[in-house]
């Protein structure tokens, strides 16, 4: 009866994982964009599952701003303001310092070969980016670099704000910007692999610290960027409007 029960919650902790990882990977890949209302009866069908564990992993998702239920109305996914991605930037610089410092796991040969993998993955990206690819890399490299914090609280703290801010991070890349980042996120991966193949591990820490106050600094001065264009065009129209009574005359 024991065996049987252990092996019941098994089955029910794997089955809570893989609806879980799902779809929090659709939400950060935009699959499921801002706004998007999630069917519980459509989601429970696509798993196979009832409705019942499907709400747990959406309660799940909702207590990691990612998704948000409306009474009466349904689940949407959310999106993340101004203010909250700068919070939640800062609170990342912050914690990063502590990745190799806090009860940090020494990383074994297995270890130092996925993160060699990735580095491989980042290359190619580098070569030929595209935005899935950048987004698929990202999440696994964050992955990789928490599965080194022996802090339980910091490790949890440290991925919820990254899958709450990477969705915005994924919609900047347009145009050149794509292949700019897809490079700089090649070196950060080279330079903290080199880190701890040496077991350094809290210079990987604070690499990942420097690396993450500079992709911030892109992402203000890009949004800046679209704040002046978008005004710019907005000029060129009242200008448009004013000048076109005078060109009908």
């Not at 950060?28 to 196979?48: H, M, V």
Request: proline content about 3%; hydrophobic content about 40%; aromatic content about 6%.
């Amino acid at each position: 009866m024991g065996k049987k029960s252990q092996a019941s919650g098994s089955t029910s902790r794997e089955r809570f994982d893989r609806i879980y990882y799902a779809l929090r990977e659709r939400i950060c890949l935009l699959e499921y964009e801002p706004g998007a209302l999630l069917s519980e009866d459509d989601l429970a069908q696509q798993f196979g599952v009832s409705r019942t564990p499907l709400r747990r992993v959406l309660i799940r998702l909702e207590s990691e701003g990612l998704v948000e239920s409306q009474h009466g109305v349904g689940t949407f996914v959310t999106d993340v303001d101004t203010k909250t991605l700068a919070d939640a930037y800062q609170f990342r610089l912050e914690l990063a310092s502590l990745i190799g410092r806090l009860s940090p796991l020494p990383r074994s040969l297995d270890d130092l070969s996925r993160m060699r993998q990735l580095a491989a993955r980042g290359k190619r990206l580098a070569a030929s980016p595209t935005m899935s690819e950048f987004a698929r890399l990202n999440m696994d490299y964050c992955l990789e670099l928490t599965a080194m914090i022996g802090n339980a609280p910091l490790k949890e703290t440290v991925q919820r704000l990254f899958f709450l801010v990477i969705r915005v991070w994924i919609k900047t890349l347009e145009g050149d910007r794509l292949k700019r980042e897809a490079e700089v996120f090649r070196h950060e991966i080279e330079a903290i692999l080199s880190a701890l193949e040496i077991g350094d591990l809290e210079s990987a820490g604070y690499l990942h610290r420097t690396h993450l106050s500079m992709s911030f600094a892109r992402l203000r001065d890009y949004a800046a960027s679209k704040e002046m264009n978008t005004a710019d065009d907005s000029a060129d129209g009242a200008a448009a409007e004013l000048q076109e009574p005078a060109i009908r005359a």
